[in-house]
């Protein structure tokens, strides 16, 4: 029998362990930011286009948000 302390199987929460950043956290925001980079190269090329820079710029913050958010959900890798 498992002590007071302790929580019970079913409520404990599972932990995961993921390596070299292979985190759904990581995949996730590195995905979103190379989208932001390629339309902020894209427009960086045409002209440039500064409003096209601008959003890509937008993205890759977006990325940064994101990642964020899901590290703190545990879907990153833990220290």
Same mark, same amino acid.
């Given at each position: 029998?498992?002590?007071?302390? =302790?929580?019970?199987?079913?409520? /404990?929460?599972?932990?995961? =362990?993921? =390596?070299? !950043?292979?985190?759904? /956290?990581?995949?996730?925001? &590195?995905?979103?930011? *190379? &989208? ?9 090329? *045409?002209?440039?286009?500064?409003? &096209?820079?601008? &959003? !890509? ?5 977006? *990325?940064?948000i994101?990642?964020?958010?899901m590290?703190? *959900?545990?879907? !990153?890798?833990?220290?």
């Amino acid at each position: 029998m498992s002590s007071p302390a =302790e929580p019970a199987p079913s409520r /404990a929460r599972q932990v995961r =362990e993921y =390596e070299d !950043g292979k985190s759904p /956290a990581a995949w996730t925001g &590195v995905i979103i930011a *190379a &989208v932001g980079f390629i339309v902020a190269t894209v427009g960086a090329m *045409a002209g440039p286009n500064w409003t &096209v820079i601008i &959003v !890509g710029a937008a993205v890759v913050v977006v *990325a940064l948000i994101v990642t964020g958010i899901m590290k703190a *959900a545990g879907l !990153g890798q833990s220290h």
